[in-house]
């Protein structure tokens, strides 16, 4: 899975992205200053099941801190949309091609209402036309590859499946959009659709196959949470998550510095490393107190992408059920994050293709329940899969 980060220009998103990922992008208060995308690995966090199981994990494919596993997930940030992107206006819609392979998107906007929808400075402004901005955008140049092929559905027996073909490349599969087609009382035989219709068809589409969460930045600016109410009216509360990246970042470097330990939960920040200067310990304690006040929204919306709008649930395969391990004696060695209503069968074909197409049975390792290949999965489950398949 991938989850992209967009954004009107000047909004927060590389901060946003260095954040999440620690890799050091260009950031500036102006507009375009991401030009190429960048993609990079973050980290969704959740209570390790080693907590419950009265053991000391030893983790492989993701890390633990402070009894939290880290569990890695790739990004994508691209460059700002504004106005007229997909017509080819700022750095045009090649950047628009860029998240056609996010399963859900991290949209930024300025919660403090400090810059115009083209990224530059004002005041007052509202945010919701940050939002409106970029989801118009992506909705006009989904409506654009849809009415170049026209011609091609119209004449097609079953407008879902020649739309199949053209979004191949987009992850947008059948159901999405036999679903869209019906929500919007379109005819898929023999489509006819006229340019209202592609357009209601597009946004519909858009809003299931390509969901989106709000980040709404820059919650540390004075005046911020008097602005973020413009956008829990218009989105719902559920939908915008306020976000300090900047206080995110310097928490994330400090940690780096080996000045603090931090897994992403402020009410555990810890200052290990006691010789600092005056100003550090200034910055620092501004940073932690302001985090535990409000958080920062940064490792809680990735969470959220990830669990709620993708709706994932995460699952700890073992060899030996008794202590937990691997084959090396690695104890809980893997988290897997797999799609809530997954089988035991799909957890063993994510593991390896071979232990899927041999697969026998499974093992629940706490009860040590023998388990269906049908088995379906509940998030923290600890499973063994039992396979012909010789281990790899």
Request: hydrophobic letters at 40%; charged letters at 25%; proline letters at 4%.
């Amino acid at each position: 899975m991938l989850v992209g980060i967009v954004g009107s220009p000047n909004k927060g998103k590389s901060t946003m992205f260095s954040a999440l990922t620690m890799i050091d992008v260009h950031i500036a208060d102006y507009p375009f200053t991401t030009i190429k995308p960048n993609v990079g690995t973050t980290y969704i966090t959740k209570e390790c099941v080693h907590n419950s199981l009265s053991v000391k994990c030893t983790p492989r494919n993701s890390e633990c801190v402070g009894g939290v596993r880290r569990i890695p997930v790739e990004i994508i940030d691209v460059a700002g949309l504004v106005a007229g992107a997909h017509e080819g206006r700022g750095m045009g819609n090649q950047f628009l091609g860029d998240i056609s392979s996010a399963d859900a998107l991290i949209l930024v906007a300025d919660g403090s209402g400090h810059t115009d929808s083209s990224g530059n400075p004002c005041q007052g402004c509202n945010p919701v036309e940050d939002v409106r901005v970029v989801v118009d955008e992506i909705s006009e140049w989904l409506a654009g590859i849809i009415t170049k092929h026209m011609g091609a559905i119209s004449r097609s027996k079953n407008a879902a499946e020649a739309l199949v073909g053209i979004l191949t490349g987009m992850r947008i599969g059948m159901a999405d959009i036999e679903h869209c087609i019906s929500e919007c009382n379109l005819t898929s035989s023999n489509a006819n659709w006229n340019e209202n219709d592609v357009r209601k068809f597009s946004k519909a589409l858009l809003k299931r196959a390509k969901p989106f969460m709000i980040a709404a930045n820059k919650s540390d600016i004075p005046g911020f949470y008097n602005k973020v109410k413009l956008l829990y009216k218009e989105f719902g509360e559920e939908r915008v998550v306020p976000c300090s990246a900047a206080v995110e970042l310097a928490l994330r470097k400090a940690e780096r510095q080996g000045i603090i330990e931090y897994n992403g939960n402020p009410e555990q920040i810890r200052i290990i490393k006691k010789e600092i200067t005056h100003a550090q310990e200034y910055a620092i304690n501004y940073m932690v107190g302001f985090a535990r006040e409000h958080g920062t929204g940064v490792q809680q919306i990735i969470n959220k992408i990830y669990f709620d709008i993708l709706d994932n649930i995460v699952v700890y395969p073992v060899e030996d059920e008794g202590k937990y391990t691997d084959h090396f004696g690695n104890v809980l060695p893997d988290a897997i994050l797999i799609k809530r209503g997954s089988t035991a069968l799909d957890l063993a074909a994510k593991i390896h293709t071979d232990l899927g197409e041999r697969m026998l049975y499974a093992v629940d390792a706490r009860t040590k329940k023998r388990l269906a290949k049908g088995y379906v999965l509940n998030d923290n489950d600890v499973i063994k899969v039992v396979s012909a398949a010789k281990p790899k």
